[in-house]
């Protein structure tokens, strides 16, 4: 084999161990619906995932919904323009334009957007609890999980949401993968128990439950809090060495991390 070849072999698994890994340096930065806020870019837009790559940010989170005629959209709401996802063909999505004209992405335009120049951020994919039933969500978790991996991005890609039978979903097709819990209702050593990777919960579930963040640390649990946008939050969740922190204010976490080091 070439020089050439074997160093292109050694920068890809090294690209897959960083990510697969979930969490290599405490206090990572995730873009909550991409880096958005600074730049007044459409929340959930592929260039606002964009703009979280190139700002080299560890992870960017992004919602997926499954559209009445089974294509899977990236939205945060249940509604789009009034219309519930869910219920809607995705043809009639797209006759509204999102406020910097692209049009509502579909998974597979936003994954292959995420892949491309992209030797950093984890694509972090939270699957939304279905509005109609149990088991149209764990299907769409399905076609989520079968879309991902026909992009050959399973390997930058973790998956998170508040249905917790959705990730066991998940697990059930495919034992590697780093799944999130969102809710904030269980244990560490509760999720371990199912095999789910981490718990990702919004940060005043840790001010209360304080003894979790050890519980995780000592039982191997990934530790994410969410929103995270106010300097003294930011903070408290640093000095707790946390693996991940979600925030809508990523330039701001950056200095604060850089600070804090």
């Not at 990510?19 to 459409?42: D, M, Q, T, Y």
């Not at 919602?63 to 809607?88: G, P, Q, Y």
């Not at 334009?97 to 579909?106: A, D, F, Y």
């Not at 390997?155 to 508040?162: D, G, L, P």
């Amino acid at each position: 084999m070439k020089i050439s070849n074997v160093l292109k072999v050694f920068s890809l698994l090294i690209m897959i161990i960083i990510f697969h890994s979930c969490g290599v340096e405490k206090n990572a930065i995730v873009a909550h619906r991409g880096a958005w806020k600074k730049n007044n870019l459409p929340e959930n837009s592929i260039a606002s995932l964009r703009q979280a790559i190139d700002l080299k940010l560890p992870g960017s989170e992004f919602d997926v919904w499954r559209t009445a005629d089974d294509s899977l959209v990236i939205n945060h709401d249940a509604h789009c323009n009034k219309f519930l996802i869910e219920e809607t063909n995705y043809e009639d999505l797209l006759k509204f334009k999102l406020s910097n004209g692209e049009k509502l992405p579909t998974l597979y335009e936003y994954v292959t957007e995420g892949k491309r120049n992209n030797k950093h951020t984890l694509l972090v994919c939270e699957i939304k609890p279905s509005e109609i039933s149990k088991e149209r969500g764990k299907k769409t978790a399905l076609k989520t999980v079968e879309t991902i991996k026909k992009l050959h991005a399973d390997k930058i890609t973790c998956y998170i949401s508040f249905d917790y039978e959705i990730l066991k979903q998940i697990r059930e097709v495919d034992q590697k993968t780093v799944l999130q819990y969102l809710e904030g209702n269980k244990s560490p050593k509760e999720v371990k128990v199912d095999k789910i990777s981490g718990v990702d919960y919004h940060f005043s579930v840790f001010k209360k439950h304080p003894e979790w963040i050890k519980e995780a640390k000592e039982n191997n649990i990934i530790l994410n809090a969410w929103t995270v946008n106010e300097a003294s939050d930011m903070d408290w969740i640093i000095d707790h060495k946390f693996d991940y922190i979600t925030t809508n204010e990523p330039e701001l976490l950056k200095e604060r991390v850089k600070e804090k080091k």
